[in-house]
């Protein structure tokens, strides 16, 4: 099955500084790789996700980047804010098998103000 | 248009007692989900079905049991719980087709004293 790797798992930066997690995953059938941020006692809310015939893709201060051949993608927030703080996960899927989302083990932001 | 709905949000159950999470959606989605996550960690896949009267196991589907009679509802059935099963769980569903957004319940979280 697939395996996704998630790194790092605590990351501490200054407001206005940039912070990027990076996954990494097992299954070259994986085609859908979505992040989530999760807050306190919530469920995890999609932020950003990206289809293996993409490459990068942006909203705002989010992006996402994938590279196929190496089977890993990357969440890359800018312009932190206090706001920003909560665990991010990545998460992996194909069309083929399960058909459902395997998570990486999450990364604690913490923006300082 | 609720979306997931959960219930029980907050239990306590001793060890050895059964109980039934339910989950329904009000979207005709054919995929439902349910997922466990310990503290501080990702989720995990416990059971999975494509559709009314198919289900299939995830990763960690020892101690729980799912049925799947209607397209709406997917209940996880916990028989003789015990002290591992404590854990925050999720519900989810999402239409077929590539990289289709998977959209979570709020959540039901479970002790087992």
Same mark, same amino acid.
Not at chain 2, 36 to 44: E, I, N, S, T
Not at chain 2, 62 to 73: A, F, I, L, M
């Given at each position: 099955?697939?395996?996704?790797?998630?790194?790092?798992?605590?990351?501490?930066?200054?407001?206005?500084?940039?912070?990027?997690?990076?996954?990494?995953?097992?299954?070259?059938?994986?085609?859908?790789?979505?992040?989530?941020?999760? #807050?306190?006692?919530? @469920?995890?809310?999609?932020?950003?996700?990206?289809?293996?015939?993409?490459? #990068?893709? +942006?909203?705002?201060?989010?992006?996402?980047?994938?590279?196929?051949?190496? +089977?890993?993608?990357?969440?890359?927030?800018?312009?932190?804010?206090?706001?920003?703080?909560?665990?991010?996960?990545?998460?992996?899927?194909?069309?083929?098998? @399960?058909?459902?989302?395997?998570?990486?083990?999450?990364? @604690?932001?913490?923006?300082?103000? | 248009? &609720?979306? %997931?709905?959960?219930?029980? /949000?907050?239990?306590?159950? /001793?060890?050895?007692?059964?109980?039934?999470?339910?989950?329904?959606?009000?979207?005709?989605?054919?995929?439902?989900?349910?997922?466990?996550?310990?503290?501080?960690?990702?989720?995990?896949?416990? $059971? $999975? *079905?494509?559709? &009314?009267?198919?289900?299939?196991?995830?990763? %960690?589907?020892?101690?729980?049991?799912?049925?799947?009679?209607?397209?709406?509802?997917?209940?996880?059935?916990?028989?003789? &719980?015990?002290? *591992?099963?404590? *854990?925050? $769980?999720?519900? &989810? *569903?999402?239409?077929?087709?590539?990289?289709?957004?998977? $959209?979570?319940?709020?959540?039901?979280?479970?002790? %087992?004293?």
């Amino acid at each position: 099955g697939e395996n996704v790797e998630q790194h790092p798992s605590t990351l501490s930066v200054q407001e206005g500084d940039s912070a990027v997690i990076k996954c990494t995953y097992s299954d070259s059938a994986s085609n859908y790789f979505p992040w989530y941020k999760q #807050e306190l006692g919530k @469920r995890p809310q999609l932020i950003i996700d990206i289809r293996s015939n993409v490459g #990068e893709k +942006k909203d705002q201060r989010i992006a996402v980047t994938l590279n196929k051949t190496a +089977k890993h993608f990357s969440l890359h927030i800018t312009e932190t804010q206090p706001e920003d703080s909560a665990v991010y996960f990545c998460a992996a899927r194909g069309d083929t098998g @399960r058909r459902a989302l395997t998570f990486g083990s999450g990364t @604690r932001l913490q923006v300082q103000p | 248009n &609720a979306g %997931v709905t959960q219930t029980p /949000k907050f239990r306590i159950l /001793k060890i050895g007692q059964s109980m039934t999470l339910q989950c329904t959606q009000d979207m005709n989605h054919n995929y439902m989900y349910w997922y466990r996550q310990d503290p501080g960690m990702g989720l995990k896949l416990i $059971y $999975y *079905s494509v559709g &009314a009267g198919i289900t299939d196991k995830g990763e %960690v589907p020892n101690g729980y049991n799912v049925s799947r009679s209607t397209t709406e509802d997917f209940p996880l059935r916990l028989e003789l &719980a015990a002290p *591992s099963q404590t *854990s925050v $769980y999720f519900c &989810a *569903s999402r239409t077929t087709g590539e990289g289709n957004t998977i $959209y979570f319940g709020e959540g039901s979280w479970l002790t %087992v004293v």
